[in-house]
């Protein structure tokens, strides 16, 4: 497997919204899910309407990540809420259903088709760099670390053990210089 790299300029992360918004509300609303909510690729593909949608059909304002360990949830931003708004206005499912099915199944798309529907994405923008699944992660990470998120929260939410493996894995070095406002604007 390559290793790929976060999207580092908004203006390409801008494009590719524009391009799948374009062509499929499901495809644009993998890639809004991933850069907003630092999911694996697996996990994401993996949600069911009901993870994010409420009985009454109001969206939820967290995810709750359903694993062994007590991570916390994961907040649904307004940029995801409105791509799901967007996408359920195109499609009939079901609480059950998978978020992101596949067009022949009752399955989600593949890893498979998910790394396609990405990677062309990126291309058809000018996107130079190695860009797949994990791309999409990293942007978090790195757009989260960039705005002022501590490293100790982006280290639990990415399950590193130090912070100096979260800095390798956004692709940051100790070199660069993060300036960061701390305005409490009392």
Known sequence: MECVE????INYISDIKHYLQKNSKRDYLFFVMGINMGLRVSELLQLKVKDVVEEEGII?????????DPSPAIYINRQVEAALESYFQTVNLEP???????KKCATPITRQQAYRIINKAAKE??????????????????HAYRSGVAISILQKHFHHSTPSETLRYLGISKKENNLVKIDVNL
Do not use: C, M
């Not at 976060?6 to 300029?9: I, T, V």
């Not at 939820?60 to 062994?68: G, L, R």
């Not at 923008?125 to 790195?142: N, Q």
């Open 125 to 142: 923008v000018g996107v130079l760099g190695k860009v797949g699944t994990h791309t999409l992660r990293k942007t978090f990470g790195y």
């Open 60 to 68: 939820k304002e967290f995810y709750d990540v359903k694993t062994d």
């Open 96 to 102: 059950q259903d998978y978020l992101f099915k596949s």
């Open 6 to 9: 976060a999207l580092r300029d």
